[in-house]
């Protein structure tokens, strides 16, 4: 067995693991041609565990492309009713969900019209944060090598030693070579649930993150709380982790109080388009302006649609304590390139760091849930206090608290 | 361009040409990991065709092994809703449905339990049959060649040679080297409907096949006629032509008149089971005796599937005349090898055969529809009138009227 088989072998255990897939489950798996391997071995490891049905889809961006450069302008939003019935019948059903992340390929859609790009989001659903918010299901995001992403990652090596490094990459930030990984995610877990505990004590009224090229204002709801340590429960009190790697504390902001501007520190692929240099600024909660160095129509796009696609849904801190950081590499994956920098999302908010019902009925609502990296060594990140005083609480990506 | 490419483009623009693809349509399409190139060049022509959505899943027979070979025995007929309401939305839009025909792998199914395996139809549908009989919808099946697949069809061959070789019988047999392969299945329809109003004249009672292992008699309805040509029209007057390659001519038989023996006179994979050396024995139309050489328990889990499943849905007679029975190969493909010979089918038949009201109250309904080859040179095919009178229709899969 090669090595890089040892890694799927162990990834596929800890992705189930960590969804805490359960006897009797339906286990949704969302993956893309290019990861057969991981996703044969995530529905052997479901079940293992006593699965009723592992039900994959494998999309595929290059149909994507097809689309996008061919079909009529007014049928690019649209969307198959069947995806929102699977979803709902998930829910219903209170099954699980893994899903196996980064982009299948970078260039399927290099060259083609970025508004029309922006305009389909598949596989992202609109119902997908209704869905979450719900607490029905359970579930974990890990990240899945392809070949054509990995060479886009080390765009200098030959490709089988590209796919080899993003896969030993992998590895390394999920922890693959811990001797039991379960453990190593449960004590990581405990020091981010702690980092987050003293961040939430403090009731900050608002947040002030300046660097180069950014200086935002976000509001904080007074009830909302600052959740760390990846782990959900389930409403049947099925505890998981959603996200592996997950490197993060995060809550849900004031979607009316962000006033400033901010730039991107890392480029992203969302949805199969790659947007570079985001500069947004923000007024009264709304991005009042967008811009990018590449891909502006399709963040403009995305941003365009609904109502709440222009507010913050989320506010996450990352400090320099997890493995992601410390390469130095861009990864071109939101759930590996989120939990290396600190990082905001347009779009939808989660209800589960928020606790009392005032709070909860003024969260951002949006079909779309966009994270980009504004984190780096350069950013200042500053707690206010509801009666104006200003504590510092990351500087070079430390913790002052 | 290679010549595999090549192949792949034309095959990929007769499919949607076979399929008649309308502008606005929704276009279902049924394929699975290892077609992806003939897959996304089948969505780029129904896209320049006007498409709205080309709806694409990537089936995977060694995810259904993982079932197959570890889900608990209770959940193995289990089929998630949202494939029925996929079906019935489509039918609803009047969309089109192109299926990529052929096994991905013989191999993901070959030591598993048959009778669990015979279990799990996928991607097989039992709304399939009601669907097209409704027919809303247009359709076209065509065979696409997987490297696993390949594999076994030409087992000496290497497997580059083996892949090259599979698309070269397949273009052949597609007459993808015609110069107009439209004209060419035009002209071809012609003959073979031809064929069959020479048949339907005869208004035969019943038909005899009789050879090594077989000597079969069943019951025609009185109204039903023998089609050929393969091409239907739907409730919108859209003409299709439902398969490519198509040799056969075929009508609904009475479920209730068939008695005798069968002997298939090749081996078959259905839904990822290899059936080998089927015998089959009918009394009053019903299968009193199944058996098979190889995965005879997937046979009986088939025709026990529901009561439909274990009499006829379907005779077909193939003639000489056609490209698939000279190559002598056996594909494992039905679309190609039930076009190489005469055939019968367990489960559901067709309606568009049947005129009469009363003759189509009485057509075998089923979630089941399985083919499976029992014509060779040595059977032969006798027609027998409401008088009793006997005359030859095929000797030496040659017509005698």
Same mark, same amino acid.
């Given at each position: 067995?090669?090595?890089?088989?040892?890694?799927?072998?162990?990834?596929?255990?800890?992705?189930?693991?960590?969804?805490?897939?359960? *006897?009797?489950?339906?286990?949704?798996?969302? %993956?893309?041609?290019?990861?057969?391997?991981?996703?044969?071995?995530?529905?052997?490891?479901? #079940?293992?565990?006593?699965?009723?049905?592992?039900?994959?889809?494998?999309?595929?961006?290059? $149909?994507?492309?097809?689309?996008?450069?061919?079909? &009529?302008?007014? +049928?690019?939003?649209?969307?198959?009713?069947?995806?929102a019935?699977?979803?709902?019948?998930?829910?219903?059903?209170?099954?699980?969900?893994? +899903?196996?992340?980064?982009?299948?390929?970078?260039?399927?859609?290099?060259?083609?019209? *970025?508004?029309?790009?922006?305009? /389909? $989001?598949l596989?992202?659903?609109?119902?997908? %944060?209704?869905?979450l918010?719900?607490? +029905?299901?359970?579930?974990?995001?890990?990240?899945?090598p392809?070949?054509?992403?990995?060479? !886009?990652?080390?765009?200098?090596?030959?490709?089988? /030693?590209?796919?080899? &490094?993003?896969?030993?990459a992998?590895?390394?930030?999920?922890?693959?070579?811990?001797? /039991?990984?379960?453990?190593?995610?449960?004590?990581?877990?405990?020091?981010?649930?702690?980092?987050?505990?003293? $961040?939430t004590?403090?009731?900050?009224?608002?947040?002030?993150?300046?660097?180069?090229? +950014?200086?935002?204002?976000?509001?904080? $709801?007074?009830?909302?709380?600052?959740?760390?340590?990846?782990?959900?429960?389930?409403?049947?009190?099925?505890?998981?982790?959603?996200?592996?790697?997950?490197?993060?504390?995060?809550?849900?902001?004031?979607?009316?109080?962000?006033?400033? #501007?901010? !730039?991107?520190?890392?480029?992203?692929?969302?949805?199969?388009?790659?947007?570079?240099?985001?500069?947004i600024?923000?007024?009264?909660?709304?991005?009042?302006?967008?811009?990018? /160095?590449?891909?502006?129509d399709?963040?403009?796009?995305?941003?365009?649609?609904?109502?709440?696609? !222009?507010?913050?849904?989320?506010?996450?801190?990352?400090?320099?304590?997890?493995?992601?950081?410390?390469?130095?590499t861009?990864?071109?994956?939101?759930?590996?390139?989120?939990?290396?920098?600190s990082?905001?999302?347009?779009?939808?908010g989660?209800?589960?760091?928020v606790?009392?019902?005032?709070?909860?009925?003024?969260?951002?609502?949006?079909g779309?849930?966009?994270?980009?990296?504004?984190?780096?060594?350069?950013?200042?990140?500053?707690?206010?206090?509801?009666?104006?005083?200003?504590?510092?609480?990351?500087?070079?990506?430390?913790?002052?608290?």
């Amino acid at each position: 067995m090669s090595e890089i088989e040892k890694w799927i072998e162990r990834l596929a255990e800890l992705a189930v693991w960590g969804a805490n897939v359960q *006897p009797g489950q339906i286990v949704l798996v969302t %993956s893309c041609v290019g990861k057969e391997d991981l996703t044969r071995l995530v529905a052997r490891e479901a #079940y293992l565990r006593g699965a009723k049905y592992v039900d994959v889809l494998y999309w595929d961006v290059w $149909l994507k492309r097809a689309r996008v450069e061919l079909a &009529a302008e007014d +049928t690019l939003d649209f969307v198959p009713p069947w995806l929102a019935q699977r979803l709902y019948w998930l829910s219903d059903e209170h099954g699980a969900r893994i +899903t196996l992340t980064g982009p299948q390929s970078l260039e399927a859609l290099r060259d083609v019209d *970025p508004a029309r790009a922006g305009r /389909d $989001l598949l596989p992202r659903q609109k119902e997908g %944060s209704e869905v979450l918010n719900r607490m +029905t299901t359970n579930w974990c995001l890990v990240p899945a090598p392809t070949r054509d992403w990995a060479a !886009s990652v080390y765009p200098n090596l030959p490709e089988a /030693d590209a796919y080899r &490094a993003l896969w030993e990459a992998v590895a390394h930030v999920c922890r693959l070579d811990a001797d /039991d990984p379960h453990t190593a995610w449960e004590t990581r877990a405990g020091e981010l649930r702690s980092n987050a505990e003293r $961040l939430t004590d403090r009731r900050f009224d608002s947040l002030r993150l300046h660097g180069p090229g +950014t200086d935002l204002r976000i509001g904080l $709801l007074p009830s909302a709380g600052w959740i760390g340590g990846s782990f959900l429960e389930t409403v049947d009190g099925i505890r998981h982790h959603p996200n592996i790697p997950s490197e993060e504390i995060f809550t849900t902001p004031d979607p009316d109080r962000v006033d400033g #501007y901010v !730039s991107a520190t890392m480029p992203l692929s969302y949805a199969g388009s790659l947007i570079e240099g985001i500069r947004i600024e923000f007024s009264g909660g709304r991005a009042v302006r967008i811009d990018a /160095d590449e891909g502006a129509d399709a963040l403009r796009a995305i941003a365009a649609k609904d109502e709440g696609a !222009s507010r913050l849904g989320e506010i996450a801190l990352v400090d320099d304590g997890g493995r992601i950081g410390r390469l130095g590499t861009v990864f071109f994956d939101t759930l590996l390139d989120e939990n290396a920098a600190s990082h905001i999302a347009l779009g939808n908010g989660y209800e589960h760091p928020v606790e009392s019902p005032e709070d909860r009925a003024r969260i951002n609502r949006s079909g779309v849930h966009m994270d980009f990296m504004i984190g780096s060594a350069e950013l200042a990140v500053d707690g206010i206090t509801p009666a104006g005083d200003v504590a510092p609480v990351l500087r070079k990506n430390v913790w002052q608290l």
